[in-house]
């Protein structure tokens, strides 16, 4: 399955004006998920907004506005056939592609994992059946990602998730309704497999209707909605195992959502591994903590536990 180009219009920034230069997005290597416009597109498509946020000293590319979604593609020099999917967080609200997209791959592709990042779009931005709208993306770059992967040099069986807060919820929602249709195949890609061989979750968002609404990681919605994207509710033992990495201070996202994912998981017998941080907060990414910080090891570990999968 061929790949489709990427336009000069989809998720690209522009060039730079003002005070600050935005980190170039995409990559020089990417793909677009959807040969046309994505599903649920209204006349009016979101305004692409590509802008430098975050703490001072540390400021970030933040997405906005994603109506073309594309994956950046991430080698590493020596790639060792295994694949992780990348999918930031933003609260639903955001994409926070630089923080929890980028830099992962710059943690990851020394070890030799190959990193596809997501930039996907969000569920308020005027698409119809907006809940679905970040799923439909994940499963699809699954979908491409897999349908090439002789061209990635990856071995399809080894392709992971690892997604972060709201990224987090949407890794996970992959993980367990990897196989719910919310959209209605166009190629041959969409004969492949959405399921990810193993999931990451890093200080995520599990069960969206737990949080108040209005915040990080709660688009709106009905009830049914919310049951329907309650992670640990939906965990079989057909789910596939799961590495957790969460603070305990983390004042977004309680790390109750990690201690209700590892409970599911244990009462399913999924294999599962969870790593809880004392301090840290929210919002870290892959670099981002202190270099001597505990929870700047999640990487190290989660690399040891994706090579422990067999």
Known sequence: MALPMAKATAAQAPA?????????????????????KAPGAQAKLPTYAPSMNGRPGMRELWLRGVSDPVVGVFRPARPNGT???????????????????IDVAKALNP?????????????????????????????RAMRLIRANAARYGIDPAKLGACGFSAGGHLAGSLTVAHDDR????????????ARPAFTGLVYPVTNIGAINRGGAGQPDGPMTVYRRYDIPARVTAQTP??????????????????LDMLA???????????????????????????I???????????????????
């Open 182 to 193: 919310v959209y209605p195949p166009i190629d041959a890609a969409d004969r492949q497999s």
């Open 83 to 101: 694949a992780v999917l990348s999918i930031p967080g933003g609260g639903y609200g955001f994409v926070s592609i630089e923080n929890e997209g």
């Open 16 to 36: 730079p004006s003002g005070p600050e230069t935005l980190t170039p997005w995409p990559p020089r290597e990417h793909f677009r998920l959807w040969p046309g």
């Open 241 to 258: 195992p799961v590495f957790l990495a969460h603070s305990v201070d983390d004042p977004v996202c309680p790390v109750d959502q990690s």
């Open 111 to 139: 070890a030799g994992i190959t990193v596809f990042a997501l930039a996907y779009r969000l569920p308020g931005e005027g698409w119809t059946d907006q809940q679905d709208v970040p799923l439909q993306d994940a499963q």
């Open 292 to 310: 001597d910080s505990p929870q700047r090891a999640w990487t190290d570990l989660f690399i040891r536990w994706i090579g422990q999968r067999k």
């Open 264 to 290: 599911a998981c244990r009462r399913a017998k999924v294999p599962v591994e969870a790593h809880l941080f004392e301090q840290g907060g929210h919002g870290y990414g892959a670099l981002h903590a202190p």
